[in-house]
């Protein structure tokens, strides 16, 4: 299965309300999952099952979709928030989308 | 607290071999599927192999396959990836991941280790 992640670059304002997608290349149900990644770091899960937030997420992050199409939503962009983001479906083996890097405006 | 510390890494000349290893602790480690995970220096993050909690099935991206071996001690909570034929897209940081049960989202990774293969 592919995956296919847009944008690969995404220019933001704190406060801004961001919109990353995800497009499977044959269904996965709701086995998508996001995760963050700062520099240097380990990437953390965000979000899984499709819609379902982590413990300890923040509420401003959200996911939605089912089947192929696929969004990660941040309701009002925050300074922690600046990183890169990848989806995961693990419907059949692992896949990674190719990354959307949110950089300042 | 869960913890994953992986060691092994380092510089290697293409062909040769490596093995890394990840330290398990804060959880029932023979109760879920671990994997490795690897990222190019710059790049995305790329599945590597993944390994259920008895050892009873056993998963390789088709980039390793052949090439690498995963392989796990519950006794020890410890996962290992024996890499042989490295080649220099081999080159980068290997994740120890645990999954949540199995066949599963990745819920928790290591800091990882640093695999160079280079001349």
């Known amino acids: 299965i592919q995956v296919t992640q847009s944008p690969s670059t995404l220019s933001a304002s704190v406060g801004d309300r961001v919109t990353i997608t995800c497009r499977a290349s044959?269904?996965?149900?709701?086995?998508l999952a996001w995760y963050q990644q700062k520099p240097g770091k380990a990437p953390k899960l965000l979000i899984y099952k499709g819609s379902t937030l982590e413990s300890g997420v923040p509420s401003r992050f959200s996911g939605s979709g089912s089947g192929t199409d696929f969004t990660l939503t941040i309701s009002s962009l925050q300074p922690d928030d600046f990183a890169t983001y990848y989806c995961?479906?693990?419907?059949?083996?692992?896949?990674f989308g190719q990354g959307t890097k949110v950089e300042v405006k | 607290e869960v913890q994953l510390v992986e060691s092994g890494g380092g510089l290697v000349q293409p062909g040769g071999s490596l093995r890394l290893s990840c330290a398990a602790s804060g959880f029932t480690f023979s109760g879920d599927s671990m994997d490795w995970v690897r990222q190019a220096p710059g790049k995305g993050l790329e599945w590597v192999a993944s390994i259920t909690g008895t050892s009873s099935y056993i998963y390789y991206a088709d980039s390793v396959k052949g090439r690498f071996t995963i392989s796990r001690d519950n006794v020890r909570n410890s996962l290992y990836l024996q890499m042989n034929s490295l080649r220099a897209e081999d080159t980068a940081i290997y994740y120890c991941?645990?999954?949540?049960?199995?066949?599963?989202?990745?819920?928790?990774w290591g800091q990882g280790t640093l695999v160079t293969v280079s001349s």
């Open positions: 991941v645990r999954e949540q049960g199995s066949g599963s989202y990745f819920v928790d």
């Open positions: 995961l479906q693990y419907n059949t083996y692992w896949t």
């Open positions: 044959q269904r996965i149900s709701s086995w």
